[in-house]
């Protein structure tokens, strides 16, 4: 059974930084693509970033002018994703999700809570 498991999220001033880890477990197989998907309240669920097992990364451009400079990461040795978010804006209050594909599969951690103070 896959586990995804995301880790990093608390509360933060705006102007400061976070950073996201989200470990995979479970299974023998690397993720091929993760990504970090935030939900703000009352909205559906949205892409911010992925990246491949090969460290091709792509960043959603509808979000790219919005967002805070956003990098994400992996370790493939470790099954893990990361998403360094410096310069946090109110705006940037969410849970952030952690999406893994595992051989064809999609898999969901629970989320962290972000919440970015004025």
């Known amino acids: 059974q896959v586990q995804v498991v995301e880790s990093g999220g608390g509360s933060v001033q705006a102007g400061g930084s976070l950073r996201l880890s989200c470990v995979t477990s479970?299974?023998?197989?690397?993720?091929?693509?993760m990504a970090w998907y935030h939900q703000e309240p009352g909205k559906e669920r949205e892409l911010v970033a992925r990246?491949?097992?090969?460290?091709?990364?792509?960043?959603?451009d509808s979000v790219k002018g919005r967002f805070t400079i956003s990098t994400i990461s992996r370790d493939n040795g470790q099954n893990t994703v990361y998403l360094q978010m410096n310069s946090l804006k109110p705006e940037d209050t969410a849970v952030y999700y952690c999406?893994?594909?595992?051989?064809?599969?999609?898999?969901w951690g629970k989320g962290t809570l972000v919440t970015v103070s004025p």
């Open positions: 999406y893994a594909d595992v051989r064809g599969k999609d898999y």
């Open positions: 479970g299974s023998i197989f690397r993720p091929r693509t």
């Open positions: 990246i491949t097992s090969g460290g091709t990364t792509n960043y959603v």
